[in-house]
């Protein structure tokens, strides 16, 4: 066969081209609920990057995309595909929650660092139970993981309105966290408050991702463990020969996995609403698998697709705002992205192969 | 808990097993050849919506059903030609094809009729009705067998006989006919059937095809029979539950009856709080109930499926040798 591609296309083309057919399919839909799709092109780029207010929310998007888009990605290595970044990142709420709460905190800092220990704490613990029912039991990891997370709205629904709801609040929400615990926003930075004048969102916790990212390389390619989590992730039965022990690399990954997840909340529950709600994580979790796929599970492609999943976000919470196109609009596109670059990337490498040969010169 | 309550909750199984049992013998088709499907909970959303939407403007339920399979054959066409033709992989074609499935529902529903994602309630002939079987009131005061005929077996919607007639319709398509073997072995060696000059991909997306059948009758009774309209994401996880019970049952026909009876028991019992109560003599919280099936579905996954072996080519995507 000669559809095979360049390096270079099949990193960046593959994922564009993609991106371009869930557009332009996207813009389709757009049409047939009768409305233009020009126009919602422009409202969602206006409303999120057209201003350092827009910029405020698709970063503070884009911060918890980055770390359950990671989570997916340190699992997809080891071949585990885990779905249950929304429980786990519930979970890690729910850890923050108990942090925050727990103590007078003097400094931001120190909460940060205790709450960032409670949220992976809590989201690893959830994808223990799965990873340790893969590793020796054989439980599909895929199903555990899509139970795992009904179970954790119903547990987190359980732990707000029966446990954790102060006396006498009717919504079923955690008290707020004391005032020490409150994350400084990218406004409050010095530098970055030279473009953010307003309040936004975006907080500190922008950083922590930063480093994330750096983190999961590292570990990924540059240490031992990474070695032995990629090449279980090649060929189980290599690795077994190999003397890397499967049961380990299942646990240590998914628990990595999990806690990257479960960091998540610090973004949103500490750094944004301050008090851990309901469904807290709105769906931030399943974004992580489009964006993994669309950064091609390298920590870097990750932070790309994660910045163009906070555009969409951002841009489709505002056409929720300013058209009558409805906010579901961004988990059809969601949908079509996991499905171009995850399913029928096969049919995309095949497109680009004919572009190729038809763009050289013809051998005689 | 006295024997009325027990036909009660009994009864609101079998209502509530009835998409799950569509759904789990729509997964045995696709994954006995060989294609995983975690995308069954789309299909049946995305039959939910246009068997909702259709019967609420046509006012008719069948011609709701027809539409409610159209839509589920339509996203099960895309499963297969991402999983069969392009060789792609199978669970996150699931995924995708879920989320599709979820945003699309909603845009959709929205435009047509402006409820928040919502179709109108149906009623009357835009629904299906309680069929009574024959002698229902006469036996119904026999003991114990005339509420069990009476008041459990007979007044279900007529996708409820259907799904029920499915188990020994799919045991004897599966394990009595040709095309069941071929099924069958294309599942665990497909190299073998194309030696043997027969179609792998054809046979495929025929179980595909049959997967995307099926799903859209689920859809369908979700929102045509089960509840009186379509509501956003009202399939709620039952596609998984399915795939639960489907590994369950061993990927076996009868085996997925019972698993599914046994799933929509809990989901009976949680929709019966006092009962649970009654006989656990302590306040169970709403939310432990609602989790229930689901951590039912892993206590099974986990320990007391025996031995389950999937079909063996599962997952793998079939290339020919050249």
Known sequence: ?364 | MDFATLIQILDSTLRLATPLLLACLAGLFSERAGIFDIGLEGKMLMAAMASGAVAALTGSVWLGLGAGIAASLLLAALHGVASITFRGNQLISGVALNFLASGITVLVAQRLFGQGGRTPPLDGAARFNHLTLPFADAVRDVPILGPIYADLLSGHTILTYVALLAVPATAWVLYRTRFGLRLRAVGENPAAVDTAGISVVGLRYAAVAITGILCGLAGAYMATALQAGFGREMTAGRGYIALAALIFAKWRPWGALWATLLFGFFQALALRPDVVEGVAGVKIPVSLLDALPYILTVLVLAGFVGKAIPPRAGGEPYVKER
């Open chain 1, 1 to 364: 066969m000669m559809d095979k591609l360049p390096k270079w296309a099949d990193l960046v083309l593959v994922p564009l081209v993609s991106l371009l057919l869930a557009a332009v399919i996207s813009a389709l839909v757009i049409l047939a609920i009768g409305q233009d799709p020009m126009e919602a092109l422009n409202v969602m780029v206006t409303g999120a990057l057209g201003s350092p207010y827009g910029w405020g929310y698709t970063l503070y998007y884009a911060t918890s995309f980055i770390f359950t888009g990671l989570a997916v990605t340190i699992a997809f290595h080891a071949s585990l595909f885990n779905i249950g970044g929304e429980g786990q990142a519930q979970l890690g709420g729910l850890g923050v929650a108990l942090v925050c709460l727990a103590l007078p905190w003097p400094h931001w800092t120190l909460a940060l660092l205790a709450a960032g220990l409670g949220a992976a704490l809590f989201g690893a613990a959830w994808a223990a139970i799965p990873a340790y029912l893969q590793a020796r039991r054989g439980s599909h990891i895929v199903i555990t993981t899509i139970m795992f997370n009904y179970i954790a709205s119903a547990l987190i629904v359980f732990m707000l309105v029966d446990v954790l709801r102060p006396a006498g609040q009717m919504d079923p929400a955690t008290a707020r966290f004391p005032p020490g615990t409150n994350l400084p926003t990218l406004d409050q930075i010095p530098g970055f408050n030279l473009i953010f004048t307003k309040t936004v969102p975006a907080n500190v916790t922008l950083l922590v991702a930063l480093a994330a990212c750096v983190l999961v390389w590292a570990i990924l390619w540059r240490t031992r463990l990474g070695y032995e989590i990629r090449a279980f992730g090649r060929s189980e039965p290599a690795a077994r020969y190999a003397g890397i022990n499967p049961f380990r690399i299942i646990m240590i990954t998914m628990l990595l996995s999990g806690a990257l997840a479960g960091l998540m909340s610090i973004n949103n529950v500490m750094g944004e609403s301050e008090r851990l709600v309901q469904n807290s994580t709105e769906g931030a979790g399943f974004i992580g698998i489009a964006v993994a796929l669309m950064g091609r599970n390298h920590p870097f492609g990750v932070l790309l697709a994660a910045l163009l999943f906070g555009f969409l976000y951002q841009g489709g919470a505002e056409l929720g705002l300013w058209t009558s196109i409805p906010i579901e609009l961004r988990i059809v596109v969601q949908g079509l992205v996991i499905l171009f670059t995850g399913a029928l990337d096969q049919m995309v490498r095949m497109l680009l192969g004919w572009l190729f040969r038809f763009g050289s010169p013809r051998a005689a």
